[in-house]
């Protein structure tokens, strides 16, 4: 089962007592799943299709609660091999279509005829409850969230462009998540990125079981990170001393090889023969070897006065 397929699962279970948020949330669900049909004068009916028997069940659930109507399912074979099966519910306008539409901010209807509600309307949400509500349907509806072991990205798959510019607004402008929308092929995708946003998301929507996963999901992930940040630096310190110790024995195998130690004084030429038997060793553990011993910045200050003699005996045979 997919990362979305359990958030719905859990999403599903979801139910408002509160009559003002069941409606959001079969607004949403009419909005993003269904069809109006005109079936005389000013007459509509509506139909909600989904391919998931839980999302069908809680749609008939909410028309018979708030509208006390009886709504009838009908299942239909799709696929080639007729394996899924699409979950089809119809409101007829002798049921009171009409009235359900209305009510969920879908139409309105004045002198002029029946008017289609491009936007959200606001009237459906007297508390944040209902916008939380809302969001939980037009996710049920039409959304996707992606496994947060491989991306944090949800999306909202709409046909309907002007809606879909409405959903991005009411997501940013209601819960201040920043939602974008764009369009991909023929449909207008709202999407979501970051693993805080998806966490907030999620909670929202009261997907809790599914947050603290994300959530644990998230906290692995960065401690994973953390310690591949300190394995890095740690090479890149590994690989900086490995370098510099290379360098150095270089200088004093060149001066060595062209002046001999007694080129050095006495207090280069006991740290170069330090670093020549210790390669590899930290310069304050090489400090501490000395007859005096030397800090780690003394030593490092012997080693660069080391590395530029070096330098300067070899412009000098260059000149010559």
């Given amino acids: 089962m997919s990362f979305s397929a359990t958030v719905k699962n859990e999403l599903v279970r979801v139910m408002s ?44 659930v909410l028309i018979k ?22 979950y089809h519910l119809t409101v007829p306008y002798e049921d009171g279509a009409h009235r359900i539409l209305e009510e969920a ?11 289609f509600i491009e936007d959200i309307p606001k ?13 939980r349907g037009a996710f049920l509806g039409c959304g996707t969230v992606v496994n947060p072991e491989k991306e944090y990205h949800m999306e909202f798959s709409l046909t309907d462009i002007l809606f879909g510019e409405a959903l991005a607004k009411f997501i940013s402008s209601g819960f201040g998540i ?28 009261g997907a809790s079981t599914a947050h603290f996963q994300t959530n644990e ?31 150095q024995l270089e200088s004093i195998e060149y001066i060595r090889s062209k002046k001999g130690w007694s080129y050095l004084s006495s207090d280069l030429r006991e740290i170069a023969k330090l670093r020549t ?30 590395d530029e003699l070096a330098r300067q005996l070899k412009e000098y045979e260059e000149v010559l």
């Fill in 105 to 115: 901010g879908i139409i309105f209807q004045d002198e002029t005829g029946i008017h």
């Fill in 217 to 247: 999901v998230v906290i692995k992930k960065q401690l994973i990170n953390q310690a591949n940040r300190e394995t890095n630096c740690e090479m890149a310190n590994i690989n900086k001393i490995v370098g510099a110790a290379k360098r």
């Fill in 65 to 86: 609660s708030l509208f006390d109507i009886h709504v009838e399912i009908t299942v239909k074979e799709i696929g080639s091999a007729r394996k899924n099966k699409l």
């Fill in 123 to 135: 009237k459906l949400f007297p508390k944040k409850a209902e916008r939380k509500a809302y969001l």
């Fill in 277 to 306: 038997k210790y390669p590899e060793m930290p310069l304050q553990e090489l400090g501490a070897k000395m007859k005096k011993p030397l800090g780690k910045s003394g030593v490092n200050h012997r080693l660069k006065k080391i």
């Fill in 17 to 60: 007592t509160e009559a003002s948020q069941q409606l959001s949330e079969l607004s949403a669900l009419i909005r993003t799943t269904g069809t109006l049909n005109i079936t005389g004068l000013n007459k509509l009916s509506f139909s909600v299709f989904t391919e998931n028997p839980a999302i069908a069940r809680k749609v008939f």
């Fill in 178 to 205: 920043k939602a974008k929308a764009i369009r991909r092929k023929n449909m207008q995708i709202v999407y979501i990125k970051g693993s805080e946003q998806i966490l907030d998301m999620l909670a929202i929507m």
